[in-house]
C-alpha cells in the first residue's frame, strides 16, 4: 500500500492497486463521524461504441443503457439493495454522468459491513426479460419528467446544439424510443466490458483506519473470481469545432425567458495536468468576465438583464468541454448582445491584469480549501479527477502557478465566434 502526503492541504491518502486490477484509494479525515464511500466504473452515457470483452468487432448498443444499467444493478433474485443497506443505518444512492457511474453510500457506522455490501451488489450481475421491461417503464416516466423541466432542456438543449456527432449530445437517460430496444443481454455485455476491477475505482473517505479497511477490501476481493483485464476500445466519431446549430428557441410552460449562450471547448484532447491547467485557466476567466464583481455583471444586474438564475460554467473531460453562461430574463436579445460583447471585448482588450489573476487565484484557492470540507465533495470528485488523469489535490499548487498566457490560451480554446450557440425557452403567449 503506498501513502502520498499533501503538505499543503494536511492530507494523506493511502493507495493500491490489487491483483484483479481494482484501484483502491483511502483516504482518513479526523474528526469525521461519517464515512463516504464509492465504486465507480469509468462508463458513461458516452460509450456507446465499443469491441465487447472478448470480442474483436465494434458493436453500437442503444442510447440510454449505461443509466438503465445502473438502474438494474440495484435489483437482485433475492429483492432490493437499498433494504439491506437501510438495515446497516446506511445512505445509499447512484449516478451515472457522460463518463462514468457510481455506487455509492454513507454511514457513521458498520462501515466494512456496508462496503461489503457495496462490493458484492456491484459485483453480481442478475437482470432477465422481465425485470428489464420492468424498468423499461420507470426509466421512460423519468425521461418523460426530465424532458418537463425547463432548466434540464435548456441546458442539455445547448449541448445538443453544440456537438454534430459526439454522443454527448444525447441524453444520459437515452430517449423513451432508444431504452425500448435494451435487452438483459446488452446489460450482461457492457456488464462484462466496463464492470471489471480495472476499470473501476474504489474511494474510501472518512472516519476509518486505512490499514484495516485495506486488508479488508483485499480479503473481500481476493474471495471473488474475475477474468483477466483487457484493453477497453472505445469509438468516437469525428466532431468538428465549430458549434451544430448556432441558434434554437423551444416554447415551454415558463414565465420568463430563458437564454443560454453554449461555447464549444476546440481542446477537447487534452488529459491529465493539461487539462487540469485548461479547466481551471478558464473558470477563472469566466470569473473575471462574468462574476459579481464584473463591469458585465454590474451593468446586466443594473439594467435587469438578469436575476438570481445567472450562472456560468466551463466544463472538461475525455472528448468533449464547453462553456456556457446564461439566466432567466424579460430581454434575451439584450442579454444574448451584451454575452457576445464582453467575450468579443476580451478577445480585442484582454481584461485580466496581474493584480486581478492574483485576487481571483486566491478566492478560487479559499472555496477550494472548504470543499474539502465536504467528504461528498472528495469521494465524487476524486474519481472524476482521477479517470481523466488528475488529481483533486493538484488543484491548488496548480492554481498557484496559473500564468497570464495559460488563461488567454484556455479563453482561445472557446471564444472563436464559430464556436457559439443561442439556446432560448420562451412562454407560450410570447409566439402569439
Not at 458484492?120 to 428489464?132: G, H, I, L, N, R
Not at 438564475?309 to 468533449?320: A, K, L, Q, T, V
Request: hydrophobic share 35%; charged share 30%.
Amino acid at each position: 500500500m503506498k501513502e502520498i502526503v499533501f503538505d499543503e492541504l494536511q492530507e494523506k491518502i493511502y493507495t493500491e492497486t490489487l491483483d484483479n486490477g481494482l484501484k483502491v484509494v483511502i483516504l482518513p479525515k479526523r474528526g469525521y463521524s461519517k464515512t463516504f464511500v464509492t465504486f465507480t466504473t469509468k462508463y458513461g452515457s458516452i460509450d456507446r461504441t465499443f469491441k465487447p470483452h472478448g470480442k474483436d468487432e465494434f458493436i453500437t448498443v442503444p442510447d440510454g443503457i449505461a443509466h438503465f444499467l445502473e438502474h438494474k444493478m440495484f435489483e437482485k433474485e433475492d429483492g432490493d439493495v437499498f433494504q439491506k443497506f437501510s438495515l446497516n443505518g446506511a445512505s445509499a444512492n447512484a449516478y451515472t454522468t457522460f463518463g462514468r457511474t457510481a455506487y455509492l453510500f454513507s454511514a457513521t457506522n458498520k462501515v466494512k459491513e456496508n462496503t461489503k455490501v457495496l462490493l458484492d451488489f456491484v459485483q453480481e450481475p442478475y437482470f432477465t426479460k422481465e425485470t428489464v421491461d420492468k424498468e423499461k417503464g420507470i426509466i421512460a416516466q423519468e425521461i418523460t419528467m426530465y424532458d418537463d423541466q425547463p432548466d434540464w432542456r435548456l441546458y442539455f438543449g445547448s449541448i445538443e446544439n453544440l456537438y454534430e456527432n459526439h454522443p454527448v449530445k444525447i441524453d444520459i437517460a437515452g430517449t423513451v424510443e432508444s431504452i425500448q430496444d435494451i435487452t438483459a443481454e446488452h446489460l450482461y455485455t457492457c456488464y462484462e466490458t466496463f464492470y471489471h476491477p480495472s476499470n473501476m475505482l474504489l474511494f474510501i473517505v472518512g472516519a476509518v483506519d486505512p490499514q484495516e479497511m485495506m486488508a479488508f477490501v483485499k480479503e473481500d476481493q481476493a474471495k471473488k473470481t474475475f477474468d483477466a483485464p483487457e484493453p477497453i476500445e472505445r469509438k468516437f466519431p469525428a466532431e468538428p469545432n465549430h458549434a451544430d446549430i448556432p441558434e434554437r428557441t423551444l416554447t415551454m410552460d415558463v414565465s420568463k425567458p430563458k437564454l443560454n449562450i453554449g461555447m464549444k471547448c476546440n481542446a477537447a484532447d487534452q488529459q491529465g495536468q493539461e487539462m487540469l491547467e485548461t479547466e481551471l485557466s478558464a473558470n477563472l476567466v469566466l470569473d473575471s468576465l462574468f462574476g459579481r464583481t464584473s463591469p458585465f455583471y454590474e451593468k446586466a444586474n443594473d439594467e435587469g438583464l438578469i436575476d438570481e438564475s445567472f450562472s456560468y460554467e466551463f466544463s472538461m473531460e475525455d472528448g468533449y468541454g464547453f462553456a456556457m453562461v446564461g439566466s432567466d430574463t424579460e430581454e434575451p436579445e439584450r442579454l444574448e448582445t451584451l454575452i457576445k460583447q464582453t467575450i468579443q471585448n476580451a478577445k480585442d482588450y484582454w481584461p485580466v491584469k496581474e493584480e486581478d489573476l492574483d485576487r481571483m487565484r486566491r478566492k478560487k484557492i479559499g472555496q477550494f480549501m472548504r470543499s474539502l470540507n465536504s467528504i461528498e465533495f472528495i469521494a465524487n470528485q476524486y474519481t472524476r479527477y482521477e479517470f481523466n488523469e488528475m488529481n483533486l489535490f493538484d488543484v491548488v499548487p496548480t492554481l498557484e502557478k496559473l500564468s497570464m498566457d495559460k488563461l488567454k490560451q484556455a479563453f482561445s480554446t472557446f471564444s472563436d465566434d464559430q464556436n457559439y450557440t443561442i439556446f432560448t425557452i420562451m412562454p407560450p403567449a410570447a409566439e402569439q
